[in-house]
């Protein structure tokens, strides 16, 4: 894998949106804390527009995307929210000029997409908090995205869990949202995760949902090779009148009973106060033991 260039003082972040419409008010918080790190800022055509719920139609997020991601000065291309629509541009963009000198995108959630498909061009991406509500998240949060984008050491430590299943691996990490990792499946920018370390999160859904969306993970193989399991936020799950039966942990551990790889389960990463900054596509090394989960980049 290829990583994009370290950012070093001095250098310029643009935000835009692929997705949900964003105003600039909601991105100050952001823009200061890059401000801090010693970075400056740019703003797309996509924020203050709108077209119902996105950040301006397809055409307009997909050219304003294009222009961060062509524009050399442009050393990073940070996604303002989430949402839904990433996926309506991504067959419109081109990145050739980004092949050839790869920048880094941040976000997670809807972009997923971003992330998935820019892992199949062999290019590094971080999963990561948007600015939307980053003043919000803890500091752990916040020094992770530095750490990731400055080339700091980082290691993720956090107690085990009594549903965790012990195992020591390394592989590239992958993965991001659960529901969009499903959509993806058998497009061209699905994820291939044989030797890999597979990373799910996912907010507000039904927990039969769950089960639909790893259940067709599995018959697509995605557990057949895979090296571990890190499962984070699977935040706000909601039941049905006639309950399903079974936590979005038991349905992970029920539909993982046939492998024997190692899993992490509470990992702090998603849609959580505590989202730690994940770089996808490196290799890294998965740690879990009966006291504590260790994730060493």
């Not at 294009?66 to 419109?92: F, H, S």
């Not at 750490?147 to 592989?171: C, H, M, Q, W």
Request: net charge negative; proline share 3%.
């Amino acid at each position: 894998m290829r990583s994009p260039k370290l950012l070093v003082p001095g250098d310029t972040v643009a935000i835009v949106s692929t997705a949900r419409k964003v105003s600039s008010k909601e991105l100050e918080a952001a823009s200061s804390l890059l401000e801090n790190w010693g970075l400056k800022t740019v703003l797309g055509k996509t924020i203050e527009a709108e077209d119902n719920q996105f950040a301006g139609n397809d055409n307009l997020r997909a050219s304003d995307f294009q222009e961060m991601l062509d524009n050399p000065e442009i050393k990073a291309i940070w996604c303002a929210r989430g949402g839904y629509g990433t996926v309506r541009i991504i067959d419109q963009l081109d990145f050739t000029k980004f092949k050839n000198t790869p920048k880094w995108v941040i976000g997670y959630s809807d972009i997923t997409v971003l992330h998935s498909h820019i892992h199949n061009m062999g290019i590094e991406t971080l999963h990561a908090q948007m600015p939307v509500d980053i003043e919000s998240k803890t500091e752990a949060s916040r020094s992770s995205i530095k750490k990731a984008l400055f080339g700091e050491d980082y290691t993720i430590t956090i107690p085990s869990e009594k549903n965790d299943r012990v195992g020591t691996v390394s592989g590239q990490l992958v993965g991001g949202n659960l529901s969009i990792l499903y959509s993806l499946c058998g497009s061209p920018s699905a994820l291939n995760t044989n030797g890999k370390i597979l990373f799910i999160e996912d907010l507000d859904e039904y927990l039969y949902h769950i089960d639909r969306m790893t259940q067709n993970l599995k018959r697509n193989g995605m557990f057949v090779h895979l090296k571990g399991l890190i499962v984070g936020g699977m935040s706000q799950m909601n039941d049905n009148a006639i309950p399903f039966g079974k936590t979005a942990t038991e349905i992970i551990l029920d539909v993982c009973k046939d492998y024997d790889f190692p899993i992490a389960f509470n990992f702090p990463a998603g849609h959580l106060d505590d989202n730690r900054a994940l770089i996808l596509g490196r290799e890294v090394i998965l740690e879990v033991n009966n006291k504590k989960v260790i994730l060493n980049f």
